[in-house]
């Protein structure tokens, strides 16, 4: 009964037995030694063992999906990281460069020296440090951020400062300060221009054109020493940082070099070189150039301390890395099931077939033949379902970094109806379609239904969120590793070879004489 | 030099755990070229167990079988199997054709076993096909057969590879009276034309009497070698 019904359902699925035939013909055609010979007809086997061929195609399709399923998440992966890391190598400097003793002077010296080094495109000076911000008409100090003394030239070319800054050309020369200097009409002095962090402020409520006092250090009081007084200045929010980055966005403000130097009462000296180089990834070798040939006042801690980008985003780094390990396992786990699968499959088969095995060895063929049989259709299994996997996960990333059109994604769904509807429509009615017709129409709508569901995923909308402008890119892309699909392409063949091993010698290993008796 | 197969003392037990299960005890044979011999006895007194043996698709207990004097069961696996494929030729009373193929391929398939060319065994099995009477039913698979028809599909088999014995296990024991006829002409005519050395296991009386020689087996051994004239 069971049966009868196995064999009712097979009926809808010729097309696939025909592919599989197509394929399986074509090569023991080629290699018609009978080890081949009987490996394809056992795969494609209808009639009584249809439901043998079935669960043969059900094999294929488990590798297929595995292969796929790792292939598509760790393309999403890796293009996730590879596109953040893009996206802040492209604002962060690659290496800094500071001093054990903090402040030196004679820095552009250093800086043409770094930039002699090669690989280098460029080097900056920068003061950096950490101020308490108190905006004007507020009691209290807001917060502390970062104040970056730049000079703005030299920092574009290292970090494209202007770029993340709308409406901006210099920290000293703006309207908002000429108007602020109006308001003050002489009774307070304006020391600069500041560009703020767009998140900050937010955060302390000021736009372009209010006051900011940057609170730099506290001085005795005149009258009372015993007490302290905060050193003031004025400065003039003329612009906002939005980089993307959020620690930045929300930690960082800039002002002038000339002007952080006066700040700081450190005329001529600076306590950070950044460094920008041609490719990123030498970031190491150019660091120890760096490390060998500039030299701070000599004596102890002449050499200078490098950070490249590599260890300061190490954190970051770490943890796309074992989440692509955790992720990669319980993908591996998939493909593992499908070899299972492909196990068991090949073990029904060993006992479906016993008796053959026996005629077959009753006319003479050996042990390692009957053993070849099974290893050959555990292998065919593995290559046809790496090689749909790959071919299947390769169009979804593809379909995923290529960006035309945004469609509805259950367009896909309904596509996929045509061929469903085509089925039950032939079962009733005799449509002029045979097999082959049949499947290309299913590759095809497959395909089809593929292009709309595997859309690029715009950031703009995950789960309600706008992710966009957390990572600053505006869809998830994707990178394929070709020797990752390689890889696992070989290990998921091979571990199907492995499937194959166990019954393949518990077939060889058949008593030809009690195998002909088996019913 | 007439002699095609001897068989000495030949043993074969099988065993269930602790108890011996004797089934040949001490058969002693010769088989002459082109000779057809019958084989008869009761159910279960060894006669298959005995041409497995004489296929050397089992191995003996005890006792030695010589082909043209060579001691098959010194052989190696390999060895014995590549006899088996070139030398014997198989016919079973439920034909054991391959399901999945077609007649045209399970003629082939001995030939492929031995590594001929896909194209020269096909050729010939097309040729036996042709001489069993099958020339139009090539493509056809087993289930498509009938029992008769079937039944010559597995003798053409037998033959691709111009073995020197065939070794039939009751090769019309499953046929109708008249079907059973036709396939026992066509095993005398095989033998006249091809001077075939034949084995025939059967429970058929007429088959047994058509042959050279009737050997009987009673508690696994020859009892009587009887003339099949004085039948």
């Known amino acids: ?519 | 030099m007439n002699k095609l197969i001897r068989v000495v003392d030949l043993y074969k037990s099988y065993y269930d755990e602790l108890t011996e299960l004797p089934v040949l005890r001490g058969i002693d044979l010769e088989v002459k070229r082109a000779e057809t011999i019958a084989i008869v006895g009761t159910s279960g007194v060894g006669k298959s167990t005995l041409l497995h043996l004489l296929g050397g698709l089992d191995r003996p207990t005890k006792g030695k079988i010589f082909y043209e004097g060579e001691d098959i069961f010194a052989l190696n696996d390999p060895e014995l199997d590549r006899f088996r494929n070139e030398e014997i030729g198989f016919v079973f009373q439920f034909h054991h054709l391959l399901p999945e193929s077609t007649a045209l391929e399970n003629v082939a398939m001995p030939g492929l076993i031995a590594r001929q060319k896909s194209d020269v065994a096909q050729h010939r099995a097309k040729e036996l096909l042709d001489y069993v009477g099958l020339g139009e039913r090539l493509e056809h698979r087993p289930s498509e057969l009938s029992g008769g028809e079937r039944q010559r599909v597995a003798i053409a088999r037998a033959l691709i590879n111009h073995p020197k014995v065939v070794l039939a296990d009751e090769p019309t024991g499953n046929l109708d009276q008249k079907t059973s006829e036709a396939v026992h002409d066509l095993l005398w005519t095989l033998n006249d034309q091809f001077s075939q050395t034949f084995i025939i296991v059967t429970h058929n009386q007429t088959l047994a009497q058509r042959a050279d020689r009737l050997i009987q087996l009673v508690d696994g051994q020859v009892s009587d070698q009887v003339d099949s004239l004085d039948f």
């Open chain 1, 1 to 519: 009964m069971g049966m009868a019904r196995l064999y009712r359902t097979s009926h809808l699925t010729p097309w696939l037995r025909h592919g599989l035939v197509a394929i399986l013909y074509s090569s023991s055609r080629a290699l018609m030694k009978y080890e081949w010979f009987i490996a394809s007809r056992y795969l494609k086997s209808r009639r009584k063992q249809a439901f043998i061929s079935i669960i043969s195609i059900i094999s294929v399709g488990g590798v297929a999906l595995g292969i796929a399923a790792v292939i598509i998440v760790v393309s999403t992966l890796d293009g996730f990281s590879h596109g953040l890391k893009e996206k802040f190598l492209a604002n962060e400097a690659h290496i800094i460069v500071r001093s054990v003793h903090g402040y030196f002077p004679n820095y552009q010296g250093k800086i043409g020296q770094i930039e002699g080094i090669e690989g280098v495109v460029a080097a900056s000076p920068v003061i950096i440090s950490q101020l308490a911000i108190q905006p004007q008409g507020s009691e209290s100090i807001e917060a502390t951020i970062y104040i970056k003394g730049i000079d703005l030239q030299q920092e574009d070319r290292v970090t494209g400062f202007s770029d993340f800054v709308d409406d901006f050309a210099e920290f000293n020369q703006s309207r908002f300060i000429n108007e602020a200097q109006r308001r003050f009409a002489g009774k307070e002095t304006i020391t600069g221009g500041i560009v703020l962090g767009y998140h900050i402020a937010r955060k302390i409520g000021v736009v372009p054109g209010d006051v900011l006092r940057l609170i730099s250090k506290m001085v005795q009081h005149p009258a009372n020493p015993e007490s302290f007084i905060p050193l003031m200045r004025n400065f003039v929010v003329v612009g906002l940082y939005q980089s993307g980055f959020y620690i930045h966005d929300n930690a960082l403000g800039f002002i002038d070099l000339r002007t952080a130097q006066k700040l700081y009462q450190k005329p001529d000296q600076i306590n950070v070189i950044e460094v920008r180089l041609v490719n990123a990834e030498m970031a190491s070798t150019v660091s120890d150039q760096i490390k060998q040939d500039i030299r701070f006042n000599p004596g102890l801690g002449a050499i200078p301390i490098t950070i490249t980008w590599m260890e300061s985003r190490a954190d970051f780094f770490n943890a796309f890395q074992l989440e692509k390990i955790v992720t990669m396992v319980v993908v591996a786990l998939i493909i593992l099931v499908a070899v299972f699968n492909i196990a068991s499959t090949l073990i029904m088969m060993v006992m479906e077939k016993t008796q053959d095995i026996g005629i077959l060895r009753a006319m003479g063929a050996s042990k390692q033949g009957i053993r070849k049989i099974f290893i050959l259709q555990g292998g065919v299994i593995g290559i046809l379902g790496s090689i749909l996997g790959t071919v299947l996960g390769v169009y979804v990333c593809w379909r995923l970094e290529f960006l035309v059109g945004n469609f509805p994604r259950w367009y896909g769904l309904l596509i996929l109806l045509v061929p469903v509807i085509l089925q039950v429509c032939r079962r009733i009615w005799p449509l002029p379609i045979n097999a082959t017709g049949l499947f290309l129409i299913w590759c095809s709508a497959v395909g089809l239904s593929l292009y709309f569901i595997a859309q690029p995923i715009y950031l703009d909308n995950i789960l309600g969120k706008n992710l966009s402008s957390v990572y600053q890119l505006n869809r998830l892309p994707v990178k394929i590793s070709w020797t990752f699909v390689v890889l696992m392409n070989l290990l998921s063949m091979a571990t199907c070879w492995l499937a194959a091993l166990y019954p393949a010698r518990k077939a060889s290993h058949l008593n030809p004489v009690e195998a002909l008796r088996h019913e």
